[in-house]
């Protein structure tokens, strides 16, 4: 059994939000979306902490790596800022991508950040030095997410061309491109045992692949509308999905079957607007949401049986 209560609903922004992200420190997190700068959150006793840096356009991806004292924040410019939490500043700016980058994301024991773009490159950075280390096209459209496998052998792409593209995290090396959704790849993650990535669509489908050879194991009409966010609770066997259809779905992960659902219709004080992002805070099992609704909620989340 499964309880759901929100706990909190803070506010702040002025337009939609479109990104959240757990800092390297316990109970707290930043957003960004369509405003002027990125928000730092407490949601241990919730509330709006400080606007940690501006920004000249939208914020479309926030990353925090577990290596490094750094929050990047990607623009709809194409540019990511390098915040330092150590030196309380912008460090460096990553300049390749002209067009909006859409994902972050780091391979620790690499020392690298992988970000993603609306142009369909990746490119690939030095965390230490902030230098470019080389890029390399993926799509003829947006590369949207970035899936990095638990043993960081593999990476996967979501593109808008519905196709998801699975690379060798050790040479960046082509090794699969699926091709199996109907509409844009919205959302991606791989499972925390490695053994499953999943996919989100704006065809709203949750397909479930092995990753021992990417075949389809399952396809779930999960949603109404596209799906934006797929997040694995760090401990449970369960996960979250986050929709355009306002709603937010849980699933156990040891058959992928839905548990509960958290929308307005459902009798909960649930966003009104797409749902963006989804996150478990990791202090206190606590589920976060973003939307279009420029919210960002707290939910409790009780675990019974």
């Keep these: 059994?499964?309880?759901?209560?929100?706990?909190?609903?803070?506010?702040?922004?002025?337009?939609?939000?479109?990104?959240?992200?757990?800092?390297?420190?316990?109970g707290i997190v930043f957003t960004g979306g369509n405003d002027k700068g990125v928000v730092e959150w407490n949601v241990k006793t919730p509330g709006?902490?400080?606007?940690?840096?501006?920004?000249?356009?939208?914020?479309?991806?926030?990353?925090?790596?577990?290596?490094?004292?750094?929050?990047?924040?990607?623009?709809?410019?194409g540019q990511v800022d390098v915040f330092n939490f150590d030196e309380q500043k912008i460090v460096g700016v990553l300049e390749y991508h002209t067009l909006p980058v859409f994902d972050?994301?780091?391979?620790?024991?690499?020392?690298?950040?992988?970000?993603?773009?609306?142009?369909?490159?990746?490119?690939?950075?030095?965390?230490?030095?902030?230098?470019?280390?080389?890029?390399?096209?993926?799509?003829?459209?947006?590369?949207?997410?970035?899936?990095?496998?638990?043993?960081?052998?593999?990476?996967?792409?979501?593109?808008?061309d519905n196709t998801i593209s699975i690379y060798n995290l050790e040479d960046y090396s082509l090794i699969d491109i699926i091709d199996q959704h109907t509409m844009p790849i919205s959302s991606i993650q791989y499972s925390p045992d490695g053994k499953h990535l999943l996919s989100g669509s704006r065809d709203a489908q949750l397909k479930i692949w092995s990753t021992s050879d990417y075949s389809l194991t399952q396809t779930i009409p999960a949603h109404l509308f596209s799906i934006y966010s797929i997040a694995f609770h760090q401990n449970m066997p369960l996960?979250?999905?986050?929709?355009?259809?306002?709603?937010?779905?849980?699933w156990e992960t040891e058959n992928y079957t839905l548990k509960k659902t958290i929308s307005i219709e459902k009798g909960y004080n649930a966003h009104r607007l797409?749902?963006?992002?989804?996150?478990?805070?990791?202090?206190?099992?606590?589920?976060?949401?973003?939307?279009d609704d420029k919210l960002l909620k707290i939910w409790k989340v009780d675990f019974e049986g």
């Design 1 to 26: 059994m499964i309880q759901i209560e929100n706990t909190a609903t803070l506010s702040g922004h002025q337009n939609p939000i479109f990104t959240l992200e757990n800092s390297q420190k316990a």
């Design 274 to 291: 797409s749902i963006n992002k989804v996150i478990w805070e990791p202090l206190n099992n606590q589920l976060i949401s973003v939307g």
């Design 48 to 77: 709006f902490i400080k606007v940690i840096f501006p920004v000249k356009s939208s914020v479309y991806s926030l990353h925090c790596p577990v290596s490094a004292p750094l929050l990047l924040a990607g623009e709809r410019s």
């Design 104 to 160: 972050i994301k780091s391979v620790p024991s690499k020392n690298e950040l992988i970000v993603s773009s609306e142009d369909g490159t990746v490119s690939i950075w030095d965390i230490v030095s902030l230098k470019l280390i080389f890029s390399f096209k993926v799509s003829s459209e947006t590369v949207r997410v970035i899936s990095i496998s638990p043993d960081e052998r593999t990476v996967a792409f979501g593109c808008k």
């Design 239 to 250: 996960m979250a999905t986050a929709s355009r259809d306002k709603s937010i779905k849980i």
